[in-house]
């Protein structure tokens, strides 16, 4: 059984180069608030299509837990930040959880009063 939804919780999923500083990534992201937790995978093989090229390359997969609200300003900075002329930016909903990691996701990514 899914809990209430208390916030529009949602998971952002990119990958970035093995030769970029992922952990310098996920800090400014979660010290800024964008994200709750971000957490960076091991070293994977990503195979694709890129410019009528089929390519190869070593990656690393972030999973970044935010809400909905802070959805543009991650994309903005993601996009300031990410090396890659067109980052991965896929939205995942979360449909349910613990209230208590819930709330915690949205403390986390509150937008602090000045």
């Not at 996920?26 to 299509?49: H, K």
């Not at 996009?79 to 979360?94: G, S, T």
């Amino acid at each position: 059984m899914s809990a209430p939804r208390l916030v529009d919780a949602v998971i952002v999923l990119t990958t970035i180069a093995t030769s970029t500083d992922g952990e310098a990534l996920a800090r400014t992201l979660v010290a800024e608030r964008l994200a709750a937790c971000v957490n960076l995978l091991p070293e994977m093989r990503s195979i694709y299509q890129w410019k009528g090229e089929l390519t190869a390359d070593r990656e690393r997969q972030l999973i970044i837990k935010t809400t909905e609200a802070r959805l543009d300003a991650l994309r903005a900075r993601l996009h300031q930040l990410h090396p890659y002329e067109v980052p991965e930016f896929l939205v995942l909903p979360i449909t349910g959880g613990s209230i208590e990691y819930l709330r915690w996701l949205a403390e986390g990514t509150a937008i602090e009063e000045r």
